[in-house]
């Protein structure tokens, strides 16, 4: 395992200092916490709260305020519910006594049933495309003045048909993305859970702002998460390539709607995510 997904992992894998309560830390970049963070890390510390047999399939949150790298993250769990087949978890994420992000999670024990699943998108394979690191030291080196270099490859993501982001023009809101841990993490189903809702927020908000001029680098756009729901319909292999197939079929209000589907390499869809976003336009910016 890499430097920076160990690193990464120290992050999401919640500190347990009661039967209900975690705290977290955050990395000093971004300056603002990534939403998908205090995600996993929230569903990390539900997780840990639900005896064997039950295994998260769904979990709808909301983003409430910024959250602040500098400064703990303290989760507290509440057991809402222990069915029979069901259980609940509902999770608080507090910054300075205040929440920041709050989530329900719903678990249900493994069971057989009904099946079908949407066939996966047939696109180019990750072997051959460029990873966000090399695009984007590319583009700080090209661009110094509008780009930072990256900081982390902790996640690989591959990008097909990339979008220009010197100077993005309108296209179709529909994207597909390739993620992956680099490295073997094990088999620990929460591991791969968490790292998976950790993905999930990378890249919706981009699919709700393709069909305009701008994306969320641009000084014109204020965006952030605002809520995000994302359901575990099969195991799936974070250390393993993922496709991610996301649209948008709306934006209005300042607020862009984005949906996914996450899929192994073999085809099986192994989440749906869905996401709404602020995408609202500053008026007085250049």
Do not use: C
């Amino acid at each position: 395992m890499n430097a920076p997904l160990s690193e990464l992992l120290r992050h999401l894998e919640v500190k347990r200092i009661d039967t209900y309560l975690f705290t977290g830390s955050s990395p000093e970049r971004p300056r603002r916490i990534f939403g998908g963070q205090v995600l996993a890390q929230s569903l990390n510390a539900a997780n840990r709260s639900i005896g064997d047999g039950r295994v998260a399939h769904s979990m709808h949150a909301h983003f409430l305020r910024p959250g602040n790298p500098a400064k703990q993250i303290v989760f507290e769990v509440d057991p809402t519910r222990d069915g029979r087949s069901f259980a609940t978890r509902r999770v608080v994420a507090k910054q300075d006594g205040k929440p920041i992000f709050i989530t329900s999670v719903s678990y249900q024990e493994i069971e057989d049933g009904l099946n079908h699943e949407a066939p996966m998108p047939e696109v180019e394979p990750p072997e051959g495309l460029q990873n966000d690191f090399d695009y984007w030291t590319e583009m700080a080196a090209k661009h110094p003045d509008r780009f930072d270099p990256p900081f982390s490859q902790a996640v690989e993501r591959k990008v097909i048909n990339r979008r220009d982001y010197a100077s993005p023009q309108p296209e179709e809101p529909i994207s597909h993305t390739w993620f992956r841990v680099p490295g073997d993490i094990g088999d620990d189903a929460n591991r791969h859970q968490t790292l998976i809702a950790f993905i999930s927020d990378f890249a919706l908000l981009g699919a709700a702002l393709l069909p305009h001029p701008y994306t969320a680098a641009s000084k014109k756009i204020q965006a952030a998460s605002l809520d995000h729901a994302i359901w575990f319909h099969r195991p799936g292999r974070a250390d393993d390539y993922l496709l991610y197939s996301m649209d948008s079929p709306n934006a209005g209000g300042g607020r862009g709607f984005s949906r996914g589907q996450f899929f192994s390499r073999d085809g099986r869809l192994i989440a749906s995510t869905a996401q709404e976003s602020l995408i609202r336009l500053r008026p007085s910016s250049p």
